[in-house]
């Protein structure tokens, strides 16, 4: 009996849990639908003119393209970055963690309006010519978001036993280039995938930096719905609209993260090596 509560009291908080994150987007996915909502607990009209409308904007669509653009650049910048420092830092220079570790705490310490004021000064005074172009906000972006990649990344290779594999591959005569191209990603895929998904996701919701470096000159899916909301009530709709379609887009990302990584183990076997090893669950 003891276990039998046990079991339901978990079985009823997580269902708790699930219905406190899962109302508030249900709430919105009926508002999208709703032509009149009044006092009633359901919308007293439903419709779909507003995905038609929503869709049928030419400017949200663009506003859209290029927050997705923007997020995967940010992110293809941050791998390209993160991965390589963070090998080099574990298996030729520890001295250098430290650093590292500091400047990933920065986005953390500092407010991002704090952040976005500091690289609008710094890049006036030696850039001019980047203000206001996708590139300051590409560079803030991965600025902010790379902490999200370095712990998971550093955290993968410590759970991978990264020197020793480094040890093993420099005895079989493998390049540094080949060493992390072919032995340490494979094993690291997981924090990889995970940390990517979070860098994706900051940058896709940013909005200080952007309003900051760049304002309407660049304008994301933030700004477009801080817009709507400024600029008129009748319009609430889409706005609805374009939050379900922003939660479905990350949603989905998480569930190719979970997709991809379901069948990767990360295994250490006796004598400190470390390999990834694929298993049909």
Known sequence: MVQLAGKIGRWAFL??????????????LFYSF???WTSNVLPDIWTTSHWGEAFADERLRAAFVRTVLMAFAVLILDVLIVVPAVYWQRVRNPRIRILAELSAAIPFVLPFIIIAFGILKFTGRIAPEMLGTPWIILFGHAAIAFPFLYWAVDGAMSAAHV??????????GASPFQILRHVV???ITAGLAAGGMLVFATSFGEFAL???LAGARFENVSLYSLDLLNNTTSQVEKLAVLTIVMFL???????GVVYVNRNRVSLAVPGGRA???EKDL
């Open 185 to 187: 990603i494979p094993n």
């Open 15 to 28: 269902l708790l849990v699930l219905l406190y994150f899962a109302i508030p987007m249900i709430a919105v």
């Open 275 to 277: 390999m990834a090893a």
């Open 163 to 172: 020197v020793r594999l480094n040890e093993a591959a420099m005895t079989c």
């Open 34 to 36: 709703s032509g009149r």
């Open 249 to 255: 887009v990350l949603f989905a990302i998480s569930i």
């Open 210 to 212: 952007v309003q900051i």
